[in-house]
């Protein structure tokens, strides 16, 4: 197969701090891809990617409420280098609570940022594509829209909305060659793990068939593979990235 | 990202010509040996083998019927005698026997199940035992968007390949522990022997009207799944169906 090489590409890559996010834009960068890393918290992180990358790396803060930062994102890549091949939505907010008690703020919160705000850079995104006959889009999502989870029914419905979002968009870019697939991490090892309840490792380990959480590395790959030119004939598709977890 | 499959060693069932044949190129292109299994078409197969040493690698056609379980050792011991271990498993062979089910015989039921699933369960047992011992494997199963979608005139093809993402998802289940992962892949429309026989050019037009991409995938387009599913790359996935089908499904 061909390599998963990105020499000469462009990509915009938000959740650029973010715990797979980071990941990714250090992928991208090692194959030979530019990327503007959007970001909003943990600036130390995109500046440490930047420091490495030097050139190839662009930190640009963006806060996805905004009705424009997709935009700007965009914008920025094109500026700068003139293209844009592939789009990465890896930014993430959670706002958990039980259906019955979650205030409509944690509602619209998540919904503001997951789904409009994922809308609203793949829109901006696609002029570029389309003008260039070829583009990539690939959404980090998760199991909560495929099995349910506890406490996330705001997150849940707006990763299921970018699920149906992706599925109908790409419908409507596949005759420019514009693929959009998503990636559904399950239980992944992270920072934030260290503040759930203690009882969180053990039970994620013993329910997962792999009798282990998912590594962040462990859903670069996949990420790689839906933005190359490797998976040509993928398009609306999910990949479970989660150990058999749920196998949906 | 590790792509690479050097020390890695494949059987690859149905591999001397359409699909399987690109899965064992690529498999061999990125460093595996490979089985090549064949049925009736032993010089393509040869070919297969001849093409993969030619460019440094190792390969070895095996002839084996997969409805027939008396071959399935000989197969195994084809992957662990000569190159000293079994991997990858691609169960890729596969039948057809077109028929509306009204007039479908009862052999033609049979005749698709035995190849087409009950044949890749036996294999897939007999694949088991090396790779439990080694604590890795990868299976990795061609179904095909007819299991997901169904097809008039392929109610066994269908019933087979639908039974097929269940068996994956049971097989990721039992061996997990083990570290070995089962996957499945369903292609959508591909340019190959097969389907080059079987439609029409008025087929072959109305399939293309519900592939969003505009084109039908060729074998290479499924090679790159494989490799990557085989390779370390796909350590975390497990029980998961991807289809390759240039959008025509997205379920």
Partial sequence: ?248 | MQLDLTERVALVTGASRGIGRAIALALAASGAAVVVNYRGSESAANDVVEQITQQGGRALAVQADIADESSHDALIKAATGNFGRLDILVNNAGITRDTLLLRMKADDIDAVLNTNLRGIMLLTKAALRPMTKQRWGRIINMSSIIGLTGNAGQANYAAAKAGLLGFTKSVALEMASRNITANAICPGFIETDMTAHAFTDELRAAALQRVPLGRFGSPDDIAATTVFLASEAASYITGQTLAVDGGWTMY
Wanted: proline content about 4%.
């Fill in chain 1, 1 to 248: 197969m061909s390599a998963l090489t990105f020499h000469n590409q462009v990509a915009v890559v938000t959740g650029g701090s973010g715990s797979i996010g980071h990941l990714i834009v250090a992928a991208l960068a090692e194959r030979g891809a530019n990327v503007v890393a959007g970001y909003h918290q943990h600036d130390v992180v995109v500046n440490a990617l930047q420091k490495t990358f030097s050139e190839q790396v662009l930190p640009v803060q963006a806060d996805l409420r905004e009705p424009d930062a997709g935009q700007l994102l965009v914008d920025t890549a094109l500026s700068r280098w003139n293209r844009l091949d592939i789009l990465i939505t890896a930014h993430s907010m959670i706002a958990n609570a039980p259906v019955a008690e979650m205030s409509l703020e944690q509602w619209h919160a998540v919904l503001q940022v997951m789904l409009r705000g994922t809308m609203g850079i793949c829109r901006a995104a696609l002029r570029p594509m389309q003008r260039a006959r070829y583009g990539r889009i690939v959404t980090l999502t998760g199991y909560q829209p495929l099995a349910g989870a506890l406490d996330q029914a705001n997150y849940a419905a707006a990763l299921g909305g970018v699920l149906g979002f992706g599925k109908a968009l790409a419908r409507e870019v596949a005759a420019w060659g514009i693929n959009i697939n998503s990636v559904a991490p399950g239980l992944i090892e992270r920072a934030q793990i260290a503040a759930f309840d203690p009882s969180y490792v053990p039970w994620a380990t013993n329910i997962v068939p792999l009798k282990r959480l998912g590594k962040p590395n462990e859903v670069v790959p996949t990420v790689l593979l839906l933005a190359s030119e490797a998976a040509s004939y993928m398009t609306g598709q999910t990949i479970m990235v989660e150990g058999g977890w749920r196998m949906v």
